[in-house]
């Protein structure tokens, strides 16, 4: 595994299979690549801060399946979870990398698809929440989503 990726912003290994992030730059989709990636999953909005216009090209011109489900930061909706989870176990079999713009929708999803999906506890799966963040209102609520609606 490249050293670098520790340098992409808060970045984190959740599974061996599994990465999550803020925005890479764009020199650093190439690192994702080189690590083993085949799956760039974008939980930004498309006009959020740092937000690379050509993402969906710059992934797939490094050999990644770009997938992007924008999720507004102050309105996450159990359908965008629904959606998240589905992706997640179509590519279960593929080293995915997930991101947003810090890292904060990308580790609250995470935490849904490891404790529905792969039936982590909660205490495992809430490990995957980045640990410098703390969930406003909305995303606390969002975290509580009971997972058997999903």
């Known amino acids: 595994m490249p050293t670098e990726l520790n340098n992409i912003l808060n ?5 061996e299979n599994i990465a999550s992030s803020g925005q890479p730059l764009e020199s650093e989709f190439a690192l994702i690549a080189s690590a083993g990636y085949d799956v760039i999953i974008n939980l930004a909005m498309p006009n959020s801060q740092n937000a690379i216009p050509s993402e969906g090209h710059l992934v797939t011109s490094n050999n990644m399946i770009y997938i992007h489900i924008p999720v507004l930061f102050d309105a996450p909706e159990l ?3 629904e959606s998240f989870i589905n992706i997640m176990e179509i590519f279960a079999d593929k080293k995915v990398w997930v991101h947003c713009v810090k890292n904060y929708r990308a580790s ?4 849904h698809y490891l ?3 792969r039936g982590f506890s909660d205490a495992e799966a809430q490990k995957v929440i980045l640990p410098s963040w ?12 009971d997972p ?3």
């Open 115 to 117: 404790h529905v999906s």
């Open 148 to 150: 058997k609606r999903v």
């Open 134 to 145: 703390e969930p406003n209102e909305i995303w606390q609520r969002f975290i509580r989503i």
């Open 11 to 15: 970045y984190m290994q959740i599974t």
């Open 79 to 81: 359908f965008h979870l």
């Open 108 to 111: 609250a999803f995470l935490y």
